[in-house]
């Protein structure tokens, strides 16, 4: 009886053992990896520069250089600066606010997929623009349709190159940047002689194929090398932990420096299947992009007013840059010239503001707040001006102003928010900028209705610069009042 207990034993120890070794080779027959980027810094990614550089061009400056339409446009509808202002202000609303989203939507397709889809919208737009007989068309076919187009290009034209390049992302990241300022230069004055040859519907014809330029240099977005990583003793569900965790810090323009954390740096197994489980994750980053918790932060609070300032600012400068300059009676040399001047200026400061910032001469949150009020003394002095040179000469310090506040704004998302929270809080801050976008143009052209005169649409613009850099100032009093809430509660 005895020695059948142990033979009985013996073959359950064996049986144990045999069940060990078959669960050891089902997890060696399944191996676990990580995936990352390989970033070439150079080669390939060159042209991803390149591409995303027009996509730029032909989208977010296309959309901030509408001032010759909109000459054309109160003429031919024979309707005021407020209303026809506001088709433009409705673009650049939504392509702000749709950042956040289309970030999400790189992450679940692809980044190609969603520029190509994007600029196929916005060529939709421009061709069903040209058939438009009243103002309100305009806003549903421009505004509406062209706007969502932008707002699926923008951010992530901006942000692929960052997959590409490491040592040298600085760099390719100017270039990329440098297609808001080329469009100063280039389409403003573009717009203006295809409107004088083929009439406003003409040049929306005319756009409508350029747009589709931007599906063209989408199809070379193509996702770079990866390098692979065996996992050991990763469980499938702790890889769909890590890939749940991944999925939840994308944001807005989480791509433009914090890409490295947002990029899909995944665990996947052999016999991973794809089920609703996407579909959730995809949900739950939509609810993560607007992180709501970030507005108990006093700094972040300041910052996304002083974006609505200075947004509804900024935009109507260039916007009617060209018809004011018309009212002064400025048609020689073309007035279009004024922003090429200030594009040119804007890419010398975008080059020029690394230098004063590396100085450590003054720090970012002093760069931006220097920055956007010489942009606002510069139209708030723009009313003694009245011929072509003295405006040229204004608008030239306007550009570099421009040019070196403007690659600031994300640098001080992040000072104030911190690393870990930067996606949504750039996320966030580019809704508000798109407010500021949407308000900015018709307010402008409504106090133009009112008064006949630009000078006082330029002393409000100037005083929405100015103000939302003269906020920045007080920054260091929020800080050292913060600091001092945290000491008394440290004591409580």
């Known amino acids: 009886m005895l020695e059948q207990v142990k033979m009985s034993a013996g073959h359950h120890n064996r049986d144990d053992e045999q069940s060990k070794i078959r669960t050891d080779e089902t997890v060696s027959k399944n191996p676990t990896y990580r995936y990352e980027d390989d970033p070439p810094d150079g080669g390939w990614g060159w042209l991803i520069v390149l591409s995303s550089h027009i996509c730029i061009l032909l989208s977010y400056g296309s959309s901030v250089c509408f001032s010759p339409f909109i000459v054309r446009l109160k003429d031919y509808f024979e309707d005021g600066a407020g209303p026809v202002g506001g088709i433009s202000g409705t673009a650049i609303f939504l392509s702000q606010v749709l950042g956040p989203i289309s970030t999400i ?24 623009s040209s058939f438009s007989t009243q103002v309100s068309h305009l806003y549903v076919t421009y505004g509406l349709i062209t706007g969502c187009g932008y707002g699926l290009i923008i951010t992530p034209a901006m942000s692929f190159p960052a997959r590409y390049f490491k040592k040298r992302y600085a760099f390719a990241n100017g270039l990329v940047f440098a297609g808001n300022a080329v469009a100063w230069i280039a389409i403003t004055p573009l717009s203006q002689f295809l409107i004088e ?11 409508s194929a350029l747009q589709l330029h931007v599906c063209v240099f989408s199809l ?4 770079p090398p ?14 769909l932990k890590e890939n749940a965790s991944a999925t939840d810090e994308i944001s807005a323009n989480s791509c433009i420096l914090e890409l490295d954390e947002s990029l899909e740096n995944t665990c996947t197994s052999g016999n991973h299947k794809e089920d609703s489980s996407k579909t959730k994750k995809l949900f739950k980053s939509c609810i993560n992009v607007f992180d709501l918790s970030l507005f108990s932060n006093p700094l972040f609070v300041l910052l996304c007013i002083d974006y609505v300032m200075f947004a509804s600012g900024f935009f109507p400068t260039l916007l009617f840059l060209v018809d004011r300059a018309l009212t002064l009676d400025i048609h020689t040399p073309s007035p279009t010239t004024l922003v090429m001047i200030a594009g040119v200026t804007s890419l010398i400061g975008r080059v020029c503001h690394g230098v004063i910032i590396d100085s450590k001469i ?19 002095f723009s009313v003694f001006t009245s011929s072509y040179i003295s405006l040229a000469l204004i608008y030239t310090v306007f550009g570099f102003a421009n040019g070196v506040y403007n690659p600031l704004t994300t640098v001080v998302v992040k000072d104030f928010v911190g690393r870990k929270k930067f996606p949504q809080g750039q996320g966030l801050c580019q809704v508000f900028r798109g407010i500021g976008g949407l308000i900015g143009p018709p307010i402008t052209g409504l106090i133009f209705d009112a008064s006949q005169s630009y000078n006082v649409c330029y002393i409000y613009s100037g005083s929405m610069l100015f103000l939302g850099g003269f906020m920045l100032v007080s920054v260091p009093c929020i800080r050292k009042w913060g600091r001092s809430r945290v000491e008394i509660y440290e004591k409580d």
């Open 220 to 223: 070379f977005l193509l996702a």
């Open 105 to 128: 939507l790189v992450k679940r397709f692809s980044c190609r997929s969603v520029v190509l889809v994007g600029g196929a919208i916005s060529s939709t737009g421009f061709l069903l």
């Open 226 to 239: 990866q390098k692979r990583f065996l996992i050991e003793e990763c469980q499938t569900s702790k890889c």
């Open 362 to 380: 003054i720090t970012s949150v002093q760069g931006l707040a220097g920055g956007l009020m010489v942009c606002g003394l510069v139209n708030i």
């Open 197 to 207: 040859l083929y009439g406003w519907r003409g040049a929306m014809l005319i756009f």
